[in-house]
């Protein structure tokens, strides 16, 4: 399925990519990223840092086409509801 195959079909391809980096992001063990913001390509942390806007432009630099996920990474005193 192509990103050019219409509008239904890029949402679904869309929805998969970030699903698969969403379950990587679940399960992968960031505990030395507490307290940044990382970019994650694939199951790949491909940037990381204070900043989502400075993460994002290091993750660009090598990754221009591809979907990236912003995502935290939360530190130990984070409590999440």
């Known amino acids: ?8 079909e890029r949402l679904v391809l ?8 969403y379950e ?8 030395r990223y507490a307290g940044e913001w990382l970019a ?10 204070k900043t989502v806007k400075e993460t994002l432009a290091e993750a660009e630099k090598k990754h221009l ?3 990236i996920l912003m995502a935290w990474a939360p ?6 509801f």
Do not use: P, Q
């Open 1 to 8: 399925m192509s990103e050019e195959s219409g509008n239904g």
């Open 14 to 21: 869309m929805e998969r990519t970030a699903k698969s980096e």
């Open 24 to 31: 990587f992001y679940m399960k992968a063990d960031i505990s």
């Open 40 to 49: 994650i390509v694939g199951t790949e942390i491909v940037a990381h840092g």
């Open 65 to 67: 086409k591809e979907k």
């Open 75 to 80: 530190s130990n005193e984070t409590m999440l």
